[in-house]
């Protein structure tokens, strides 16, 4: 009997999606499993699989059609109508999840389509780089941007452009360039926004006509932070195969001065302020799509070095497009860094329903005055961001000047 292929319920408030690119045409055989649409969510990337085995009859939404959670997008008949596969093809899926002897094979599978995440197809597509000649380092030989990007800028890249460079009628970048001196140089180009962009863009509206934000600053004192990374930043990265960076300091920190202003770490609901005795720290990291903040679960639980390896992981993961859900799912407090862009100063916008953003900056050489003396310390500039609704004035200043005290006496954080 035919079976409809739906938008999957996925959770965490998701009730829409785009069809960002079908991996099948009507009439191709599938089978069970078998990855058959790319979605797009505001959160995540997704695959869509084969329910039952057949042949995809028919498209009812096609690239670029904004859907719900729920919605029919495709119908699988089937298999009686199917179109007769060669012999080689179903057993392919077969020899990549079986462990044999031929283990020196490319990781193709799914009827011969290589597995490879959202982010490493628009990636191959842009640079036009054929997926069946990159070998991938994700899981179960997945291919991951990186992989891509090592290919583009390989020996084997310029084989794989000649092949498609061809047939392929889209327009490349040269051509791109010539319209634009055809056209002289007052150009525009309409580009539609993702999901995920369209949604902060959304979010961001919503969170200031929502809360009642407002932003108090400090600066911070490094040199005893940088003493200890430079102390035992070899040691640390030998015992646990990571950088000691900042923000681990900053996460103590902050878990620090929650605990003292539990309000800060708190979010309304109606006219109740829920008061969060865990500490569960988003952590801003920068997607192709945009700014991301996956979730550090019970963040105070967590060592130094775990935190650090927590961190990169996600980073990798966001680069990668291969973030999770649960990764991204709740948080009361959130960090971000525009240091690393080279912000020296701004003001961050609050991520709801949290009611605090930490902003931290980049570090400077800066004349400071030290017991009446003038010295030159490496300083940052602090930014808390908070809902002024639930958080007074006075508990966002002295919030963040115990950030600043637990920073500037490192080993304060280890009483923390």
Known sequence: MPANVVVPDVGESIVDARVAKWLKKEGDAVNVGDALVELETDKIDLEVAAPQAG???KI???DGADVKVGDVIGVIDDAAGAKPAAPAEPAVPKTAETPTAQVAQPPVVEAGRTRATP???NVAQQNEVDLKQVRGSGEAGRVMKRDVEAASAGATAPKAVSAKAEPQPEPSTPVREDRRQAEG????????MSKRRATIARRLVEAQSTAAMLTTFNEVDMTGVMAVRERHKQTFKDRFGVNLGLTSFFVKAAIGAL????RVNAEIQGDEMVLKRYYDIGVAVGAKEGLVVPVLRDADRMSFAQIEKKVRELAKAADDGTLSLADLKGGTFTVTNGGVFGSLMSTPILNPPQVGILGLHAIKDRPVAIDNQVAIRPMMYLALTYDHRIVDGSEAVRFLVRVKQLVEDPGALLLE
């Open 60 to 62: 009812t939404q096609r």
């Open 259 to 262: 605990r003292d202003f539990p």
């Open 119 to 121: 982010a490493a197809r």
């Open 55 to 57: 042949v995809l009859g």
């Open 185 to 192: 140089d007052r150009t525009e180009e309409r580009v539609r």
